[in-house]
């Protein structure tokens, strides 16, 4: 009796725990320059919002600048200060990015620092156009009819292309701007263009990519599936999901135009859609609603938070009567947000219980942030995968 009652306390004090809220100080001791303006914090308790008026510190004893954040779950968080937006993060003294801070909650937390440098104290230099000759802009305005918009639609070609009569695979990758160019890339780019020029001659497999443009400050509409708000600025209360027609859209208007241009194989098994954070949200929606078009799809960081919905979809939805069940892939870093391996971890486990016979890989970086240069390096390991069907 005496081990069942420890054990029974030890079950409670555990759940406690998991159920305790803590909180998080932080103060900024000293900022190199522009010590009057104002500063946020921003973070994965935020959804990265640079500008939360929740979030501003506040003047504290000797200059310094202090924030308590309540109610925090235990859990790891990852942050930055900001004077109100990302062109204005803080920096290393010499102007070069810095890595985010994280804060390990299992207890309050106080944390003292000091901002080295703004980025805007660093003029940019001019990056470098460093897309290959593989890769083309289709179209700067190619019309996009089922949201009333136009997009830039950006193409990689294998080397062989040219030279050849093959047919070939095709990837649709969301936030183009990041895939193949330096120089579009806010955060970095993916290489993606060097990424399978080296692995054409290593597998012997070759695959087009079409990259599209993500909307600026449509984002996050197109790449939600359903009407949203969030708890910081990321949207207004009631942001409009406009991730079904966003869909519609790569499926009756770019594959058809890329499938009567190009010489691609048109069959559901070798069409595959990808992306990242919000990319990858919409990503998973088009594979679920359109698994006669898209054979594999490719989710990296999924933001799936902002659609707790698409569980439900997926727990739901009957087992397409297809030939070939849709294959799946998830990568997840332990270092973005207190959720984010636990979040892919769910609807990995979903669809495996939906149908045994699914393909799905599941990939965890534990050092993993959640920006591009992740993504770049998780990117090979996901190719591969793709294609060790293709014929």
Same mark, same amino acid.
């Given at each position: 009796?005496?081990?069942?009652?420890?054990?029974?306390?030890?079950?409670?004090?555990?759940?406690?725990?998991?159920?305790?809220?803590?909180?998080? #100080?932080?103060?900024?001791?000293?900022?190199?320059?522009?010590?009057?303006?104002?500063?946020? !914090?921003?973070?994965?308790?935020?959804?990265?919002?640079?500008?939360?008026?929740?979030?501003?510190?506040?003047?504290?004893?000797?200059?310094?600048?202090?924030?308590?954040?309540?109610?925090?779950?235990?859990?790891?968080?990852?942050?930055?200060?900001?004077?109100?937006?990302?062109?204005?993060?803080?920096?290393?003294?010499?102007?070069?990015?810095?890595?985010? #801070?994280?804060?390990?909650?299992?207890? %309050?937390?106080?944390?003292?620092?000091? !901002?080295?440098?703004?980025?805007?104290?660093?003029?940019?230099?001019?990056?470098?156009?460093?897309?290959?000759?593989?890769?083309?802009?289709?179209?700067?305005?190619?019309?996009?009819?089922?949201?009333? #918009?136009?997009?830039?639609?950006?193409?990689?070609?294998?080397?062989?292309?040219?030279?050849?009569?093959?047919?070939?695979? !095709?990837?649709?990758?969301?936030?183009?701007?990041?895939?193949?160019?330096?120089?579009?890339?806010?955060?970095?780019?993916?290489?993606?263009?060097?990424?399978?020029?080296?692995?054409?001659?290593?597998?012997?497999?070759?695959?087009?990519?079409?990259?599209?443009?993500?909307?600026?400050?449509?984002?996050?509409?197109?790449?939600?599936?359903?009407?949203?708000?969030?708890?910081?600025?990321?949207?207004?209360? %009631?942001?409009?999901?406009?991730? =079904?027609?966003?869909?519609?859209?790569?499926?009756?208007?770019?594959?058809?135009?890329?499938?009567?241009?190009?010489?691609?194989?048109?069959?559901?098994?070798?069409?595959?859609?990808?992306?990242?954070?919000?990319?990858?949200?919409?990503?998973?929606?088009?594979?679920?609603?359109?698994?006669?078009?898209?054979?594999?799809?490719?989710?990296?960081?999924?933001?799936?938070?902002? =659609?707790?919905?698409?569980?439900?979809?997926?727990?739901?939805?009957?087992?397409?009567?297809?030939?070939?069940?849709?294959?799946?892939?998830?990568?997840?870093?332990?270092?973005?947000?207190?959720?984010?391996?636990?979040?892919?971890?769910?609807?990995?486990?979903?669809?495996?219980?939906?149908?045994?016979?699914?393909?799905?890989?599941?990939?965890?970086?534990?050092?993993?942030?959640?920006?591009?240069?992740?993504?770049?390096?998780?990117?090979?390991?996901?190719?591969?995968?793709?294609?060790?069907? !293709?014929?």
């Amino acid at each position: 009796m005496k081990k069942i009652a420890l054990l029974v306390g030890l079950f409670i004090a555990i759940a406690l725990h998991l159920q305790a809220q803590f909180s998080i #100080r932080l103060v900024v001791t000293d900022v190199a320059t522009k010590k009057q303006d104002d500063i946020y !914090v921003s973070g994965t308790f935020n959804n990265w919002n640079p500008k939360d008026e929740k979030y501003k510190l506040k003047p504290f004893a000797g200059g310094r600048k202090s924030i308590v954040i309540k109610d925090v779950a235990p859990g790891n968080y990852a942050f930055k200060f900001t004077r109100g937006n990302f062109d204005k993060v803080e920096c290393m003294a010499d102007g070069r990015d810095i890595s985010d #801070r994280v804060a390990d909650v299992a207890a %309050d937390v106080s944390l003292e620092c000091n !901002v080295a440098g703004w980025k805007d104290d660093y003029p940019e230099r001019p990056k470098r156009y460093t897309a290959s000759p593989q890769v083309k802009i289709i179209d700067t305005a190619f019309v996009m009819p089922q949201l009333g #918009r136009t997009r830039r639609i950006w193409l990689y070609l294998p080397k062989s292309y040219s030279t050849s009569t093959k047919t070939y695979p !095709v990837l649709y990758m969301q936030d183009g701007q990041n895939l193949f160019n330096e120089q579009t890339a806010a955060y970095g780019e993916w290489g993606i263009d060097e990424c399978l020029d080296t692995l054409a001659k290593q597998m012997g497999r070759e695959c087009i990519v079409v990259g599209i443009d993500h909307g600026g400050e449509k984002r996050l509409n197109e790449y939600s599936p359903y009407d949203f708000s969030t708890k910081g600025a990321l949207a207004t209360q %009631d942001t409009k999901g406009e991730g =079904a027609a966003y869909t519609e859209f790569l499926v009756k208007t770019l594959k058809p135009f890329i499938d009567g241009k190009y010489r691609t194989k048109k069959g559901r098994e070798y069409t595959y859609i990808a992306g990242s954070s919000m990319g990858a949200l919409v990503s998973e929606y088009a594979i679920l609603k359109y698994p006669e078009v898209f054979g594999a799809a490719g989710m990296f960081s999924p933001a799936f938070w902002i =659609a707790p919905n698409l569980y439900t979809e997926v727990e739901n939805a009957p087992a397409p009567p297809l030939p070939i069940l849709p294959r799946f892939y998830f990568y997840a870093g332990g270092k973005e947000s207190s959720t984010m391996v636990s979040d892919v971890d769910r609807m990995y486990n979903l669809i495996s219980k939906k149908d045994q016979q699914h393909e799905i890989e599941r990939k965890i970086n534990p050092l993993g942030e959640h920006k591009e240069k992740y993504w770049q390096q998780a990117f090979p390991a996901f190719y591969i995968w793709l294609m060790k069907k !293709v014929d």
